[in-house]
Every structure is written in structure tokens, then in C-alpha cells.
């Protein structure tokens, strides 16, 4: 025994929340333009608050960075005067020689530091070792001021950590005996 069908109705079935769908979604959207509303300057303001922080960040490590790279101009520049004081020297006597040796090592200290910290002073300093007095000890040493010239202009409150002076040295023994 079958049961009749009943005829397919041309209505759409709707739900009593059906009509109100369209309200639903109006609301949705008005209330989503109003939040975008109220947040349309956050993005900014955070923008504003955080750069100051990663500017500051990013400031230091130039900065450190190109001390770093004065340092290692001053050490290299240093160790080659001291190679520089162990040519030989045409010199009547023993003193002649050391002090022609190390106006030797000045020269070449000077010329092999970097453009970017061109004042750097030389200074050499004959002496006695102290491992070994009977040998004369040469100390080349390079010195840049940096407080009185920056590498590049200082925030206010980073140079509290910045070095007034950046200075390397560099000692070569010379043997009075074979110095002439």
C-alpha cells in the first residue's frame, strides 16, 4: 500500500528567523563599520609609539658597528707599524737606529689607519722588556678621540656608553745587537 504524495508547493519553506536574516546582516555590517571606525587611527598610534624604540636599537648597532670597524683599522694599523720598526735602519749608533725605527713605525701606523679616523695620534715608545731587560722593547700605539670626533652624530642619552677614546697597541722586541 503506498501513500499518496503530496504535491510540491511552489513556496519556498522559510523559517520564522528567515526574515529577519537580511536585518541580521545589516546590523552585522553597521557594527562592523563602527568598529572600524573607532580603530582606524590605532594602527598609527602604535606606529608613533614603537618606531622611537626601534629607531634607538637600530641607531646603536650602527653605531657600535662602525666603532667596531675604527677599532679593528686602529689594531691592524698598529701591528704593521710595529713590523715597519724591525726594517733596518742606517744609523750610526744603537739610539740612532731605535729612534729612526720607530719614526719608521708612525709613519707606516699613519698611513695604514682607515680615512674614516684619519686624526689618529701615533706614539712610539722605546723601552727596556720586562721579560728580557737586555732586549729594547718597541710600543707602537695608535689613539683616536672619539669624544671630540664621533663617527657619527650621538642620540643624548647613548653617549653615556660610548667610548671617549678608542686605542690599540702593538710591541715588537728589537735585539741591540743586530739593530745597526
Do not use: W
Not at 85 to 91: D, V
Request: charged fraction near 10%; charge should be positive.
Amino acid at each position: 500500500m503506498t501513500t499518496p504524495r503530496q504535491p510540491a508547493s511552489n513556496k519556498p519553506h522559510t523559517s520564522p528567523h528567515a526574515r529577519s536574516r537580511p536585518f541580521r546582516r545589516a546590523r552585522r555590517t553597521q557594527r562592523t563599520q563602527r568598529t572600524q571606525r573607532t580603530q582606524r587611527g590605532a594602527t598609527a598610534i602604535e606606529f608613533a609609539l614603537v618606531f622611537p624604540l626601534f629607531f634607538c636599537v637600530f641607531y646603536a648597532i650602527v653605531t657600535f658597528s662602525l666603532i667596531f670597524v675604527a677599532q679593528q683599522s686602529l689594531t691592524l694599523a698598529s701591528e704593521e707599524g710595529a713590523r715597519a720598526a724591525l726594517n733596518y735602519q742606517k744609523a750610526s749608533d744603537v739610539t740612532a737606529a731605535i729612534n729612526l725605527r720607530a719614526a719608521a713605525a708612525c709613519t707606516t701606523a699613519t698611513s695604514m689607519v682607515a680615512q674614516l679616523i684619519s686624526t689618529a695620534a701615533c706614539q712610539t715608545v722605546p723601552a727596556a722588556c720586562s721579560y728580557q731587560p737586555a732586549m729594547t722593547c718597541l710600543a707602537v700605539t695608535l689613539t683616536y678621540d672619539y669624544a671630540a670626533h664621533p663617527l657619527i652624530p650621538n642620540l643624548p642619552l647613548l653617549g653615556l656608553v660610548l667610548p671617549d677614546n678608542l686605542t690599540s697597541t702593538a710591541t715588537v722586541q728589537l735585539n741591540p745587537v743586530n739593530i745597526l
